[in-house]
């Protein structure tokens, strides 16, 4: 797992360099949705021994919640209040809006509600990040997650390649809207950069690519709402279909009828997520101080470098390593009968997504100076 997890990062590496960007800089294909493809091939070709069962299991469940934990050391308040006093409101009307598009969609289209679920978070908050925080809340399947993320890479990918040219045709004189259509309307950070980059390689412009950024982690943070939420959302639609099953026509609600679990839509992954980001926003509030150090002990650069090794390379090998367990334990066999319906879904949410950055990106854009 931990190798699979590895060769995923290096390989979005070497897709990286193919792609034509310069050495050092972030890939544009996720090394979490390679890893899950690896881990794939494996298991429908080769196979895997039943006595890696307990660490494929351990990885799904422990190292994924560890790894998203350490994710929210990438999440600074401090980046968040930089879109301004409309641009936050506006990234938050956009996630709401993209959700509930997702999850009507999932209904006309008949789709199961956890499939409606996954592809709500995925597409609103942030890629496959989200989908593997949301998947353990709402007891989702393996192959709903493979195909979620398979939805992410593809549809997030025609976003990355497609988006800049659009954006500099629909805001040629307003790089703050350009930036922050890229970051509202495509799935994934990996995919956001990768965008933000061709855009300012492309147009020279470095306003928008700061833009995209910002506007793209203002986005991560709220996974730690976007979650209890969805998680609520899905407890509702449970709990009523039980209550359903379980009421007389007559004598009404029989005793013991299911209700959401108040608890349950507050896992301790994304506390410890929402944790390492106000660890992060203390320590940059410590580097603006008297004495510039984050906690009195690193300076700006050395911060840096502990928060990008915590909340970057160790967080994602962690995922990487999670995303290639799920891999592993998903035989293409478990696809059959799903259908073409979620792969619909996802391209209309992806679509939905794309209208509602352009609408506020085009009304809260142009505010944003850098």
């Not at 493809?37 to 494996?42: C, K, P, S, T």
């Not at 996630?95 to 209904?107: D, I, N, Q």
């Not at 009404?252 to 944790?275: D, E, I, N, Q, W």
């Amino acid at each position: 797992m931990v190798i699979s997890g590895r060769i995923a990062v290096y390989l979005g590496g070497w897709l990286l360099r193919a792609w034509g960007a310069p050495a050092g800089r972030g890939s544009p294909i996720s090394a979490m949705s390679v890893a899950i493809v690896l881990g794939m091939i494996v298991a429908n070709t080769t196979g895997v021994s039943g006595r890696f069962q307990e660490g494929l299991q351990l990885a799904i469940k422990r190292v994924l919640r560890f790894g998203i934990i350490l994710v929210g050391l990438k999440m600074s308040f401090f980046d968040v209040l930089s879109l301004g006093v409309l641009g936050v409101p506006a990234v938050a009307v956009g996630m709401a809006a993209t959700m509930a598009a997702a999850l009507g969609l999932a209904r006309w289209l008949c789709v199961g509600s956890r499939f409606g679920i996954l592809v709500a978070a995925s597409t609103a908050v942030c890629g496959v990040t989200a989908t593997v925080a949301m998947a353990p809340v709402i007891e989702a399947e393996d192959r709903e997650v493979a195909y979620t993320v398979a939805n992410v890479s593809l549809f997030g990918l025609a976003a990355m390649l497609t988006y800049p040219y659009l954006a500099h045709w629909l805001f040629p004189e307003q790089p703050g809207a350009a930036g922050m259509f890229l970051g509202m309307g495509i799935h994934d950070t990996s995919q956001v950069m990768g965008a933000a980059l061709s855009y300012r390689e492309i147009f020279d412009d470095e306003v928008a690519l700061k833009a995209a950024t910002v506007t793209k982690l203002t986005r991560n943070v709220f996974l730690v709402v976007a979650v209890p939420l969805l998680g609520w959302v899905y407890q509702r639609e449970q709990a009523r279909a039980a209550a359903a099953e379980e009421t007389d026509p007559v004598k009404g609600p029989r005793p013991g009828s299911s209700r959401p679990g108040f608890m349950k839509l507050f896992p301790t992954f994304v506390l410890g997520f929402l944790a390492m980001a106000i660890v992060r926003s203390l320590g940059d509030a410590g580097l603006r101080g008297a004495e510039g150090l984050a906690f009195g002990l690193w300076d700006a650069a050395a911060w840096k470098d502990l928060t990008r090794l915590l909340g970057g390379t160790i967080a994602y090998a962690a995922l990487g390593t999670a995303m290639a367990a799920v891999g592993l334990t998903t035989r293409f066999a478990l696809f059959r009968g799903v259908g073409p319906r979620p792969f619909y879904l996802g391209a209309a949410a992806a679509l939905a997504a794309g209208i509602c950055a352009l609408l506020l990106s085009a009304l809260a854009g142009p505010l944003i100076q850098y």
